[in-house]
């Protein structure tokens, strides 16, 4: 009896934490268009500034644009494609440098040089390379998408407990069985944090 009532118990707080989730959401996105409608009130002017309303009305007549779909699904491709390039990129070289100490000082300072170079400043030289095109493009957002999948790849890695390759290596697992059941399961979720944030950056470097 008592564990149907804890589980009861559990299940209206996460409903009400979904609530509270949800309100708070509203609330923001609310305020947000509180402020600016404020903003527009003060500018008078469509062309600086256009109203929440003008806004919504655009943007409902932008998505029935045939044009506009077309478009949006040209660049949605670019992106798909150049995360593609960032994963397989990225990947590999993340669990590399995340179990191999050896790997880690050889990549490690070309990567963290490389990666400080501005995203802008590589367009001259990709259009120099792929021409004019879907090329650059990809590029630029399989570039700036690399380097996080990278860098929480190897937090993942480096944060495994030494206990699972203990435990791993007492059961006979091989070096392929510990990848594939210990490293990769237990780096997951840095891996899906890094993808996060390579699709926002692949999103800011569309052009």
């Not at 990709?126 to 493009?137: A, R, S």
Request: net charge positive; aromatic share 10%.
């Amino acid at each position: 009896m008592d564990q149907v009532g804890d589980k009861i118990y559990l299940k209206e707080k996460t409903s009400w934490r979904i609530l509270d989730k949800a309100l708070c959401r509203l609330l923001m996105i609310a305020a947000l268009c509180f402020v600016w409608q404020l903003a527009a009130n003060h500018y008078h002017s469509e062309l600086l500034l256009p109203t929440p309303w003008k806004t919504a009305l655009a943007l409902a007549s932008a998505v029935h644009d045939p044009e506009v779909i077309k478009n949006l699904i040209i660049t949605l491709k670019r992106v798909l494609t150049g995360l593609g390039f960032a994963l397989a990129a990225g990947l590999p070289i993340g669990f590399l440098m995340g179990y191999s100490q050896i790997a880690m000082q050889l990549f490690d300072p070309l990567i963290g040089s490389v990666r400080q170079v501005p995203i802008m400043a590589w367009v001259p030289l990709t259009i120099v390379w792929f021409g004019l095109g879907d090329g650059p493009t990809v590029f630029l957002i399989a570039f700036a998408g690399v380097f996080p999948i990278i860098l929480n790849t190897i937090a993942g890695v480096r944060n495994i407990s030494k206990n699972y390759y203990n435990a791993a290596h007492s059961m006979g697992a091989g070096p392929w069985s510990i990848f594939a059941n210990v490293i990769v399961p237990c780096s997951l979720p840095d891996i899906l944090t890094g993808g996060r944030i390579a699709v926002g950056l692949g999103w800011m470097s569309v052009i």
